[in-house]
C-alpha cells in the first residue's frame, strides 16, 4: 500500500512570505503528526491531528499552524517565515495515535532565505 | 518529564563488526512505548522497532536485535555483522500513553566502512 507522501519535496521561500506545506496518510490512518528536524535542535513534535481535531501541540509560536481534512489530508502552514524555519519536515501517520506506532513521509526540505 | 538520551554522536566501524546504539528514556508514566528509527540520507524516517513498557523481552529481527530493560531505563539496539548499508542516523524515540507525540533523541550517526 502505499505511504506517506508530502509534497513538496523541496522548498525555497523568502523571510516574510508564508508556506503551506501537505501531507496524505496512509489510507485507513487517521492520525496526522508533524515534527520539525533541524541540526541545533533535532528532531521536534509541533503538532497532531485525528479526525480533523488538533489533539497535541507542540511548543512552537503561532506561526505554525496546520489543519486535517475530512479524507485524513493534512497541511501545516508557516507565516511570516523566518531564516531559523529552515528545516526538515516530517509527517508521520498512525492508526490512531502513539500506541499504534508511525509511519514517516520523506518530507519537505525548507530554505528560508 | 519526558527524555530520551542517546550519548553516542556518531560511530565507526569496519563492515561485520557488531555495535550497539545506547537509549535511556525518562518517563514518569508506566504505560510508554518505545520506537527506535533509522534516517538514511534520503531524508525519511525509516521504522524499526515498537515496544511497550509491559513487553521487556528481547528482540532479535536478522541482524538488528533489541534489549529493553526497565531497571536502567534503558532500550539498546545492536546491529551484527554490520554492511554498509547499515550506515544512517539512528533515531530512540518514546511515546506515552496519552500524549501521541514521539520524543526523540538526538540521534546516533553510524558509519560502516568496506
Known amino acids: 500500500k502505499a505511504g506517506v507522501t508530502q509534497t513538496p519535496r523541496y522548498l525555497i521561500k523568502t523571510r516574510g512570505q508564508q508556506v503551506t506545506l501537505s501531507c496524505s496518510p496512509i489510507?485507513?490512518?487517521?492520525?496526522v503528526s508533524w515534527y520539525q528536524q533541524t541540526p541545533g535542535q533535532g528532531l521536534q513534535f509541533l503538532f497532531e491531528?485525528?479526525?480533523?481535531?488538533?489533539?497535541n501541540k507542540g511548543n512552537f509560536p503561532g506561526r505554525f499552524s496546520g489543519r486535517q481534512f475530512s479524507n485524513s489530508r493534512s497541511e501545516m502552514n508557516v507565516s511570516t517565515l523566518e531564516l531559523g524555519d529552515s528545516a526538515l519536515y516530517l509527517c508521520?501517520?498512525?492508526?490512531?495515535?502513539?500506541?499504534?506506532?508511525?509511519?514517516f513521509g520523506s518530507g519537505t526540505r525548507l530554505t528560508v532565505v | 518529564a519526558q527524555k530520551v538520551t542517546q550519548a553516542q554522536t556518531e560511530i565507526s566501524v569496519v563492515e561485520k563488526e557488531d555495535v550497539t546504539l545506547d537509549c535511556v528514556y525518562e518517563?514518569?508514566?508506566?504505560?510508554?512505548?518505545l520506537f527506535w528509527y533509522k534516517q538514511p540520507p534520503s531524508g525519511e524516517l525509516v521504522f524499526l522497532i515498537r515496544?511497550?513498557?509491559?513487553?521487556?523481552q528481547n528482540e532479535i529481527s536478522g541482524r538488528y536485535s533489541w534489549n529493553f530493560q526497565k531497571s536502567t531505563s534503558s532500550f539498546n539496539f545492536t546491529i551484527t555483522a554490520s554492511q554498509v548499508v547499515d550506515s544512517a542516523v539512528y533515531f530512540c524515540?518514546?511515546?506515552?500513553?496519552?500524549?501521541?507525540?514521539?520524543?526523540f533523541g538526538t540521534g546516533t550517526r553510524l558509519q560502516v566502512f568496506p
Open positions: 508521520a501517520s498512525s492508526l490512531a495515535g502513539g500506541s499504534y506506532g508511525y509511519t
Open positions: 489510507s485507513g490512518h487517521r492520525s
Open positions: 491531528y485525528f479526525s480533523e481535531t488538533q489533539r
Open positions: 518517563t514518569r508514566d508506566t504505560t510508554y512505548y
Open positions: 515496544r511497550n513498557s509491559f513487553d521487556e
Open positions: 524515540a518514546l511515546s506515552e500513553k496519552n500524549t501521541d507525540k514521539l520524543i
